[in-house]
């Protein structure tokens, strides 16, 4: 069945997935940006250039689509460019969130929204400061979300994916990756430089996540957060000799120091498990896509 789909942030990494995903299931799409632009032409593709941070354009906005899903992923995501300009993180992450949010308690919609979380946010009950300013406004984001929910019955979830990674233009660790190897084997040089490769981490494809959110849009409880994972811990030296294998690329690791860092508890995917979802891509094959990606930039 046709459903109208507003996707926030569609220009970017994962926003450009999930416009092209939810266009080859048939649905109607509007996609929201801002800064960049969305190159695709589609007949049931709808491009909405505006600022999330105004109230009026919002209501509008949702007002026009009348969105039957709401998928929430713009923002600012950068912790350097938060302690820069503080306020500026607070207007795109929480007031867009608030206004959209609002928007749809105001205009009566029946809308599921799904908001995408972060893993770097705090858990209000369990710090007495945020660690830093993104972390706050990600804190923040979520909790008006919920909060919305349980004053207003506005049917929302909460996402929370893993490190994300896939072909397209991104700023990801794997990403980041490719493209420095690309660069020494240009340049002849086999030695690749890393400050610690112990460092652990959970990548998830962000097919497999657009996927994950397809299924929240069916399948999700209103009021809950839904942490999406590959299940798959794996040290950043792991990545490096992954990356060995896909490109050919007989390349030396030189790590800076292997002590083991903090421990993190594995984030636990029981919930969007439950709803019948499983990752589709191995660790492999989202690296060898990005690997390819990297040789048209």
């Known amino acids: 069945m046709d459903k109208r789909i507003l996707i926030t942030g569609a220009s970017g990494f994962t926003g ?17 940006i801002r800064h960049t632009k969305l190159d695709m032409v589609e ?3 709808h491009i909405h250039s505006l600022d999330l941070s105004d109230k009026v354009a919002v209501h509008a906005l949702l007002e026009n689509a009348k969105p039957d899903y709401i998928l929430h992923l713009a923002g600012e995501n950068s912790v350097p460019e938060s302690w820069e300009t503080p306020l500026k993180s607070w207007k795109a992450n929480v007031d867009s969130t608030l206004h959209l949010v609002e928007a749809v308690r105001a205009l009566g919609l029946s809308a599921r929204v799904v908001i995408a979380g972060s893993v770097l946010q705090d858990e ?28 207003f019955q506005v049917d929302v979830m909460i996402a929370k994916p893993s490190n994300i990674i896939g072909p397209g233009v991104s700023n990801g660790v794997c990403t980041l990756f490719a493209r420095q190897l690309r660069q020494l084997q240009a340049s002849g040089k086999t030695d690749f430089q890393i400050g610690n490769a112990a460092v652990t981490r959970d990548f998830i494809d962000v097919r497999d996540l657009v996927a994950a959110y397809e299924t929240l849009f ?4 209103a009021g ?8 798959r811990w794996v040290s950043l030296g792991e990545v490096l000799s992954l990356f060995r294998q896909v490109s050919s ?8 120091t292997e002590e083991a860092m903090e421990i993190k508890l594995p984030m636990k995917a029981e919930k969007i498990r439950s709803l019948k979802w499983e990752p589709n891509r ?5 690296l060898s896509d990005v690997w390819e990606y990297t040789a048209q930039q």
């Open 16 to 32: 450009k997935h999930a416009v092209r995903h939810f266009l080859d299931k048939g649905h109607t799409v509007h996609a929201v």
């Open 43 to 45: 007949e049931n593709l």
């Open 124 to 151: 209000l009950s369990k710090t007495a400061s945020p660690t830093h300013p993104y972390s706050l406004t990600k804190t923040m984001q979520t909790t008006v979300g919920l909060a919305w929910h349980n004053l």
């Open 218 to 221: 069916l399948k999700g409880t």
């Open 224 to 231: 809950e957060t839904y942490e999406i994972t590959s299940g």
């Open 249 to 256: 690329f007989d390349f030396t690791i030189q790590s800076e």
């Open 282 to 286: 191995s660790l492999e094959t989202s």
